[in-house]
């Protein structure tokens, strides 16, 4: 009798049901990848769906024909160097909707020269490392994540080949200058007036501050030469005036 209930169960679970309950026990590498949904595309390469089955790490066995990966909606908090070298024609990466707050260098070894777009947004990522995203030439999205902007997060930006409109979406959600409204803006944008560095405004306001400087001085300059040419001219004038006095025929004697 409990072998047919137990046979009756299982005909009336769905079988992506029993999957994710087995990842759910075991956290097994190796059967997770049985988990995921593989789809195979006209030209040969696998999209391969992996979203919402709790992972916390990446799973084993993954295709070398994968060229769409989907591992949103799970619970990665780091990513190990070299996790996707075997993914030579991996062209689309979503890691959005997880934990990462810790990135290892090398962990996109191998993804330069085919991967063109990577979501790592709404994670706990706060700082952009060139050892880990160094040599990316994608469009990604690094929304919703609590970035600090500071010092390394300024040196970082000229050493990162990301798609501008990428880079734009980096907006600091904490920063060295708490009290003067970097928190809530891009990235890109806090740089160009401020050096994180040093905590000081950039050059450019610098040189308006000389401009503004240079413009008083002239302005100082032109007031002196007025007033001294004018007592010039009044010193003559009045020169003129006693000249005619003195030529005055019907001046007293």
Known sequence: MSCSLTLLLLLLIPPSSLQG??????GNRVSSINACQQTEAADGGLTVRCSGLRLTQIP????????????????LRSLPAFCFSDL?????LDLSHNQLSSLEPGCF????????????????????DPAVLGGLQV?????????LCDCSMQMSLPQLDLDLSSLEKVI?????????????????????????CQS??????????????????????????YIRHNEVVARRHMEYLKFLESRDPFRPQ
């Not at 309950?21 to 075991?26: E, I, S, T, V």
């Not at 070894?109 to 952009?128: C, E, V």
């Not at 450019?204 to 503004?212: A, G, K």
């Open 21 to 26: 309950a087995a990842l759910w026990r075991r």
């Open 172 to 196: 600091c959600q904490t920063s060295d200058l708490p009290n003067l409204g970097a928190v809530g803006l891009p990235l890109v944008v806090l740089v160009q007036d401020w050096d994180l």
């Open 60 to 75: 084993a066995g993954l295709s070398n024909h994968t060229s769409r990966l989907f591992l949103n909606k799970n619970r």
């Open 139 to 147: 469009q990604a999205n690094l929304s919703q994540n609590p970035w």
């Open 88 to 92: 030579f024609l991996l062209d689309e």
């Open 200 to 225: 000081v405004r950039r050059s450019t306001d610098f040189l308006t501050l000389i401009t503004m400087l240079l413009w008083f001085v002239m302005l100082v300059s032109y007031l002196v030469h």
């Open 109 to 128: 070894s191998g993804l330069a020269s085919s991967l063109r777009y990577l979501d790592l947004s709404s994670n706990q990522l706060t700082t952009l």
